[in-house]
């Protein structure tokens, strides 16, 4: 008789844990699983076909938001400017100073066309028409506007010119111009110093890199939160960067399942799924005489871990609607009161956010 009881109490034993495991698998999956429109397939400039919202709260370090920062820091640092050796080397006066070298060409004679033409080419295209003036000009004129073009070239020359501020600073040669000079000679004057003006200053890329680094590092971390129900991407947009992160964040774009989401799921099953076959192996082994009702149990209580985990979270409206009462009621209806109230409270389990 003993040895019957104690043959009767492993049965029990091992339907229970039959029981407890296939329980346990079936809501491992069914928690480890993500019913909530995340998808890992996802890319940027893909378009979404589902509404995405924050299941909780987080705050992230945005890397997108952070790129934008650093090139928006780079883009006020102006282009770093440094003397042109080039120019500055050659001194005050040259050969090719606008006074001197016209000059040359005067003082070689030769033929009148000749030095018309020369003369025409170290001008500026739209004064070449002066050059017949200035090779008919008087020695004593000449020296007067040769005077005379190189001040006002050695003033402007001495300011600091780059390549965007050479057409500014040409447009105020004709004001620096003596107004004791005749008009036709006032207009030599301008032309000779627009014909030989170059830039002083050019850019200089190395410190130009430089400082437009120095102020992309000292920009700080961006970080965005993203608070609870908080519409990620809806429904028909394309997806940009920043929907990426956000999906990362919460972990919404994972191609498959975790190993650490599985674990987590299965130590959150564990505890009720451990009570329930306690309880049973215990108190209601009468339960698993009939196999039907040990099934019926099972699959109740599986059905409510899915609908809760599909109805739930962030979705207050369908839980309005759908009954997700009505499996625990059947198990209290079907199989017993005190089962029911054991199943209840460890239903929560079986859904996160």
Same mark, same amino acid.
């Given at each position: 008789?003993?040895?019957?009881?104690?043959?009767?109490?492993?049965?029990?034993?091992?339907r229970?844990?039959?029981?407890?495991?296939?329980?346990?698998?079936?809501?491992?999956?069914?928690?480890?699983?993500?019913f909530?429109g995340?998808?890992?397939?996802?890319?940027?400039?893909?378009?979404?076909?589902?509404?995405?919202?924050?299941?909780?709260?987080?705050?992230?370090?945005?890397?997108?938001?952070?790129?934008?920062?650093?090139l928006?820091?780079?883009a006020?640092?102006?282009?770093?400017?440094?003397?042109?050796?080039?120019?500055? *080397?050659?001194?005050? &006066? /040259?050969? #090719?100073?606008p006074? +001197? %070298?016209?000059?040359?060409? !005067?003082?070689? =004679?030769?033929?009148?066309?000749?030095s018309?033409?020369?003369?025409?080419?170290m001008?500026?295209?739209?004064?070449?028409?002066?050059?017949?003036d200035?090779?008919?000009m008087?020695?004593?004129?000449?020296?007067?506007?040769?005077?005379?073009?190189?001040?006002?070239?050695?003033?402007?020359?001495?300011?600091?010119?780059?390549?965007?501020?050479?057409?500014?600073?040409?447009?105020?040669?004709?004001?620096?111009?003596?107004?004791?000079?005749p008009?036709?000679?006032?207009?030599?004057?301008?032309?000779?110093?627009?014909?030989?003006?170059?830039?002083?200053?050019?850019?200089?890329?190395?410190a130009?890199?430089?400082?437009?680094?120095?102020?992309?590092?000292?920009?700080?971390?961006?970080?965005?939160?993203?608070e609870?129900?908080?519409?990620?991407?809806?429904? *028909?947009?394309?997806? &940009? /960067?920043? #929907?990426?992160?956000? +999906? %990362?964040?919460?972990?919404? !774009?994972?191609? =498959?399942?975790?190993?650490?989401?599985?674990?987590?799921?299965?130590?959150?099953?564990?505890?009720?799924?451990?009570?329930?076959?306690?309880?049973?192996?215990?108190?209601?082994?009468?339960?698993l005489?009939?196999?039907r009702?040990a099934?019926?149990?099972?699959v109740?209580?599986?059905?409510?871990?899915?609908?809760?985990r599909?109805?739930?979270?962030?979705?207050?409206?369908?839980?309005?609607?759908?009954?997700?009462?009505?499996?625990?009621?059947?198990?209290?209806?079907?199989?017993?009161?005190?089962?029911?109230?054991?199943?209840?409270?460890s239903?929560?389990?079986?859904?996160?956010?």
């Amino acid at each position: 008789m003993n040895a019957r009881v104690e043959l009767d109490r492993r049965t029990v034993l091992v339907r229970v844990l039959i029981l407890a495991v296939a329980l346990y698998l079936a809501l491992v999956a069914i928690v480890s699983l993500r019913f909530d429109g995340g998808d890992g397939a996802l890319r940027e400039g893909t378009v979404s076909q589902a509404t995405i919202k924050a299941p909780y709260r987080v705050t992230f370090g945005s890397q997108s938001r952070m790129r934008e920062a650093r090139l928006a820091a780079a883009a006020t640092i102006p282009d770093q400017l440094t003397v042109d050796e080039r120019i500055a *080397g050659r001194g005050a &006066r /040259t050969p #090719d100073d606008p006074p +001197l %070298d016209i000059s040359d060409a !005067r003082a070689r =004679g030769g033929s009148p066309d000749v030095s018309v033409v020369e003369t025409q080419r170290m001008l500026d295209p739209a004064a070449a028409d002066l050059a017949v003036d200035i090779v008919a000009m008087a020695s004593g004129e000449w020296l007067t506007v040769a005077a005379e073009t190189q001040r006002v070239f050695d003033v402007v020359a001495r300011g600091r010119i780059s390549a965007p501020q050479l057409e500014s600073t040409v447009a105020i040669v004709p004001g620096l111009v003596s107004p004791t000079l005749p008009e036709r000679h006032a207009r030599l004057v301008g032309a000779l110093v627009r014909a030989h003006l170059r830039p002083n200053y050019i850019r200089d890329p190395v410190a130009t890199e430089r400082a437009r680094r120095d102020a992309q590092d000292r920009v700080e971390p961006v970080r965005v939160t993203l608070e609870r129900g908080e519409t990620i991407i809806r429904d *028909g947009t394309v997806v &940009r /960067t920043l #929907d990426i992160e956000k +999906l %990362d964040a919460i972990g919404l !774009r994972r191609d =498959g399942i975790a190993w650490t989401d599985i674990a987590a799921s299965g130590l959150l099953v564990f505890p009720p799924v451990a009570g329930l076959a306690i309880y049973v192996y215990r108190l209601r082994g009468s339960l698993l005489d009939r196999p039907r009702r040990a099934v019926a149990l099972g699959v109740l209580i599986v059905a409510t871990a899915l609908v809760l985990r599909l109805v739930l979270p962030d979705r207050e409206t369908i839980a309005y609607i759908v009954p997700i009462g009505a499996p625990i009621l059947l198990i209290s209806i079907l199989l017993g009161f005190d089962l029911a109230l054991m199943v209840a409270p460890s239903s929560r389990s079986w859904w996160r956010p």
